[in-house]
């Protein structure tokens, strides 16, 4: 086969290609807002791999046809201004009656920063339109256009952004395979016909003539511009006046869709950028209750015994006043949790298994309460809300299991160490029944739940001051040095050393403050770099919520201190079951499901390396200073 075969073989996927191809304009944007979290040599190679991708890539090949469709859209608007006028005023009496309850929607979902991410997906949408219109030259085309278009609409179906998807999946299962199954036969037969034209050539006799016929019909450029026409304007007395393209309305609606993607990229790069702002500047935080300011001094850590230290820097949980969870003894779950390898109840801590199997590596048991959503009494929530100033201790009870680490001062973590002095380590595990975090996005209420939940603070000492506060969440956590730290003076504290600590609803992640909707790190879990996806999440209302509803500390006799061969820190498993992540809109999308609930707290990275998870593993906040 000739070139010139291949090239017109090819055709159909090169045309579909330069259709959808500014299509990326948007996630190239967000992946260049997206380094604006990281360190400065990465953000300067993302603006300059984006503007060679978008300048070089995309924007190059269209600026020609994108000047004609201009210099012919400018010349039919001095023809239609009129009409244009009066379709704007139409249009105005019903987005004015529709803003009010507008308003009120973005306002549950995330406010501006999420109009903007709406607004740019709805042009995307329009974009994609656009361009798969302004392929459709020929009739095959045309075919192909309305095939991608029906699997598209099947698509936002199938994940719950339009209805129909039971019905269709009932009644006509075979929608989804015939359309994507017709773009695909449509594609080969463009392919087929164009390179048996190219074969026969100019060749006599009946067949080659046939095939000539079907090509001609089925492929032959009809509303496209195979190439640019020109008319001539002549004036009085010369030859040559102004020459103006000949665009036809197919070219337009390409070009329109260009001019879209483009917007959608603008505004959603504009949300990443009111993100990122929204993010460095959270605004005043709440008054905190009861924070130390009287300077009294903190006695020297050096010499104390454990049980003295863990009591003297026990840290003030602050709950949102609608947080169904507070930190709890592990034993009522052990009543009503099952092993599930066993089949068996522990009932209490001395029924827990302690090893695995012989031949099996830990981790090796489930420890589950098939439990399969907050709401429900197996999960048990709180029910009450308390009213007024926050209240210490409600309810009542529960328990920190304190591990107390004394560092060797040349110890192999040295390394990573940001303070010289550091000698201790004490850290708080809180475990709470259950995690559910709720909020609702643009697409639907997005969930997060798991049975079981294991959270950490650990505060690091020298052996005469504290040095710093590790606050655990999502994958990963926050640090900050002692001098930035809040620190809680509520009746019966004799010193200021009691972290305050904001802890987010439904997920439990630990903060050094509340008062502000922080985006959580979720990118982390998967592997991504830190804050890659943080301005994109707030974005979309992924945040978690902090407040000083109510506050809660280690009661007497909550303090218990625990190692690594001591229950439940020994229990070689998970804890919990039902780890999923669900999209509720018009269907149920599980984006996550049917993983375990956390590791027992001895088998994960904090308690194995602490030092490396947290100077590491743990962001450092933009207000963090480090003692002298």
Known sequence: MRRASWRMVLAPLASLGRAIRPLVLPVIAVLVVGTFKLSWPVR???LA????????????????????V???AEARARRSHVVVIVGLGAAAVPVALAARKTVAYFATIGGFA???????????????GLRLAGNATSWVRVGLGVALGGALVRLAMAVGFLPGDAWLGTHAPWVEPGLLGGAGVLIVLESVLR????LVGDRKGAGARLVRRVAEALTRDRWGDRRVRAMRLRRAGGRLGV????????RVLRELGLTMALAAAAVLGGSGVYALVALANLGARLPRPGVAADGRPIPAPGGMSDSRLADLYSPVLAFTRDERWSPVRVDGYLRDATVEETGRRPGSLAGLPRACPTGRGSPCYHLALDCPAGNRPCAHPRTGQPAGPPVVNEPAGGAAYVRVVHMHPSGPERSVNRFGDLSILIEYWLFYYYDEWESPVFAGLLTQRHEGDWEVVTVGLSDRRPLFVGYSEHCGGTWEGWPAVAVSENPGFTTPTHPLVAVARGSHANYPSAGEERSPDWARCAGAPANVATLISYSSNIRDKTEYGWLWHPPPGGLILVGTDTPPMSFPGWWGRHDETVLANFRDNRI????????TPSLQGVWQDPIRSIFCGYDRPAGERVPA
């Not at 390179?195 to 190219?198: L, V």
């Not at 996550?592 to 590791?599: A, D, F, I, K, R």
């Open 49 to 68: 791999a984006g503007g060679f991708v978008v300048f070089g890539l995309i924007l190059r090949p269209e600026l020609r046809w994108l000047g004609i």
């Open 592 to 599: 996550v499901s049917g993983g375990p609930g956390p590791l």
């Open 44 to 46: 300067v190679l993302g």
């Open 70 to 72: 201009l210099e012919w």
């Open 243 to 250: 020459e103006r393209p000949l665009v036809r309305p197919v």
């Open 114 to 128: 999420s109009f903007l991410l709406v607004f740019a997906l709805a042009l995307w949408v329009g974009a994609l």
């Open 195 to 198: 390179g048996a034209a190219a």
